[in-house]
């Protein structure tokens, strides 16, 4: 009897996980790209919003009624055509979901940041004229993915999408040239009650604005919230987004505030805030105020905060960080494996942070941490300019803390080395190149040069922004991060920490991109991690080169380093060094050809010592190849 009642139960299991239940949602698919609430005409995305939300089929019998959390998908036939939202009234306007939801798109064929091609994405979403943002979420969790959201607008917030009390997520998809008249130009995220999350994941904020009269704030992603709530952004891509204000600026691409920042992995270029004012602009890319921050392996290029030139001055205005402000920022606040280059801070009175700058409102004690941050190539430019790299406002509360860091070559715009401004205490193998201004606490392994007058500062030597590698995915496809290679003569270059691990000293495991540490950049047979973002590659790469039949032939090199007539053979060159391989068969002997590395039969070959290198040259005995006179 009880195997009896065993197997009736085992039985009603298998029944109940192979049966959906009702709260696993309905799947409703998009067979029309029009924007009408139309009964059978095919599912437009509102009518399916509005059976999502309402579990039924109040929106269109075409689409299936929704049921507990739904997803909706597009049909492939839709592929190509926007979806151009120009519903208005009563029915028309936003798309608004409350009720727990999934809207999944069909990505993108391609996806070029410099030249964006609306027709290269699969689901396009166009608000252009619409008047109204796209999505609106009320306390619901969504998931947006896939999807391109382009010329929303008409509204205070979020042109693109707006949230309110909701987890959201948002992956693989692009906001495109959207529009708010306050903050957030593509996405706005207010959690102001609750531990709410935002998880932006590999997706592409592109040329969005905010334009005021007022303040402005977040070109690209306003997150307004209370304690507990978070903003992760992880490999995505901010460009060209700006905001611009009458009264001030603050955030080019990201405004968050009083909860929880995260960014990884992601690039911030060309962004800009911009007050015509002539009061603030602050964080030409990200504008922080009363967060926990953590910011890792990203880069931050040629971003600006900036005030109209032409701007009347009451009293005082102030440009403050070409890429980040923090303002009251809390205790345990971390950059790490990141570069800024390029970045600037203009106006007409104080310029101040030409990368980062941090100020206090909130009487917030503790540390800012750098490890392994390049701050390179960033300007001030103000009738006061300080800081072209590190600005800090005089404060005993806070403070930079920085290890295995460089910070050189950031300039005012009369040309001169203008480092940093304020207290920073090293814990270890730092490069500041013109300390002038800077209150230094030195570590062990420090670099720190001459801030006096005539003084000899420090070079960083690095390459241009450059791509070198690891670059962001969006719906899988590259968008390049550049970063700053340390050249081979930099001070960077194997002069970080001997020790390699996760204490806040330590040279940290991989770099930006990824890459290993330690390497030995320098040749001199030990390796040792870079200052800085990126690890140096190798000083040099070793080229082996294998004979096939030796006593047929050699292999000889130029610039010398191969001379073999043996089996193998192998020497180290230079990185990057052109080497050409000469095979040179024996008398009675003939050469039949390269393989690995090189390729052909020719007798020369040209290896390029960007990587360590195999090359086989095959050699055997020419009378063995004929046969009665043939070969």
Avoid: K
């Avoid at 990200?286 to 701007?311: C, G, R």
């Amino acid at each position: 009897m009880a195997l009896e009642r065993t197997s009736v139960f085992t039985l009603a299991l298998l029944l109940a996980l192979a049966w959906p239940s009702s709260a696993s949602g309905e799947t409703l698919t998009v067979t029309t790209s029009v924007d009408a609430i139309m009964n059978g005409e095919g599912c437009s995305l509102r009518e399916a919003i509005i059976n999502a939300n309402n579990d039924d089929q109040s929106g269109s019998v075409d689409c299936p009624a929704g049921s507990g959390a739904d997803r909706i998908e597009f049909d492939a036939a839709t592929d190509g055509t926007p979806i151009q939202l120009i519903l208005s009234g009563p029915a028309g306007g936003s798309l608004v979901i409350t009720d727990a939801l999934t809207v999944s798109g069909n990505g993108f064929a391609d996806l070029d940041p410099d030249a964006f091609d609306p027709a290269a994405a699969r689901t396009l979403i166009d608000a252009t004229g619409l008047g109204d943002r796209i999505f609106t979420v009320i306390n619901v969790p969504v998931i947006i993915e896939r999807v391109a959201l382009l010329g929303g607008g008409g509204v205070q917030r979020g042109g693109a999408v707006e949230s309110f009390s909701s987890d959201v997520t948002v992956r693989n998809s692009a906001f495109v040239a959207n529009s708010a008249a306050a903050s957030g130009g593509a996405l706005s995220f207010v959690a102001a009650d609750g531990p709410w999350e935002l998880v932006v994941e590999n997706s592409l904020f592109l040329d969005n604005r905010v334009e005021s009269g007022a303040q402005a704030l977040a070109g690209g992603l306003s997150a307004s919230m209370s304690v507990g709530a978070t903003v992760t952004v992880r490999d995505s891509v901010f460009i060209g987004n700006t905001a611009s204000g009458g009264q001030s600026a603050a955030g080019g691409a990201i405004y968050a505030g009083n909860g929880h920042l995260v960014i990884e992995r992601s690039l911030f270029r060309n962004n800009a805030s911009f007050d015509s004012s002539g009061t603030n602009s602050l964080g030409g890319a990200v504008y922080s105020l009363n967060n926990a921050v953590s910011i890792q392996s990203s880069s931050f290029l040629d971003n600006v905060a900036e005030i109209d030139e032409n701007a009347t001055v009451a009293v005082s205005a102030v440009a403050i960080g070409g890429a980040l402000t923090l303002v009251g920022t809390s205790d345990g606040t971390r950059i790490e494996n990141s570069t800024f280059s390029g970045n600037s801070a203009i106006g007409p009175d104080f310029a101040q942070g030409g990368a980062i700058g941090m100020f206090d409102f909130a009487g917030a004690s503790g540390y800012i941490d750098l490890s392994h941050v390049t701050i390179a190539g960033n300007l001030v430019d103000g009738s006061t300019q300080i800081g072209g790299g590190l600005f800090l406002f005089d404060d005993p509360g806070i403070r930079f803390r920085s290890a295995n860091t460089l910070i050189a070559g950031n300039l005012t715009a009369s040309g001169s080395d203008s480092d940093c401004r304020g207290a920073l205490e090293s814990i270890g193998h730092t490069i500041v190149g013109n300390p002038a201004g800077c209150t230094i606490t030195e570590g062990p392994g420090d670099q720190i040069g001459d801030g006096t007058s005539g003084g000899t500062v420090i070079a960083p030597l690095l390459g241009p922004p450059a791509d070198n590698g690891a670059p962001v995915l969006v719906d899988g496809l590259p968008i390049a991060m550049p970063t700053r290679m340390p050249l081979p003569t930099s001070p960077a270059v194997d002069r970080a920490s001997p020790s390699v691990g996760e204490s806040p000293a330590d040279c940290r495991p991989s770099d930006q991109r990824g890459v290993g540490r330690p390497i030995d950049g320098d040749g001199d047979g030990e390796a040792r991690c870079d200052i800085g973002a990126i690890e140096a590659p190798p000083a040099t790469f070793r080229l082996e080169v294998l004979l096939d039949d030796p006593a047929f032939g050699r292999v000889t090199s130029s610039p010398p380093g191969i001379d073999c007539p043996d089996a193998s053979c192998r020497f180290d060159f230079a990185n990057g060094a052109e080497v050409e391989l000469s095979a040179t068969p024996s008398v009675d002997g003939r050469f039949f050809g390269w393989g690995g590395s090189c390729g052909g039969v020719a007798a020369a070959c040209l290896v390029t010592m960007d990587a360590n290198r195999r090359v086989v040259a095959t050699f055997g005995d020419q009378d063995a190849l004929f046969i009665n006179g043939f070969e």
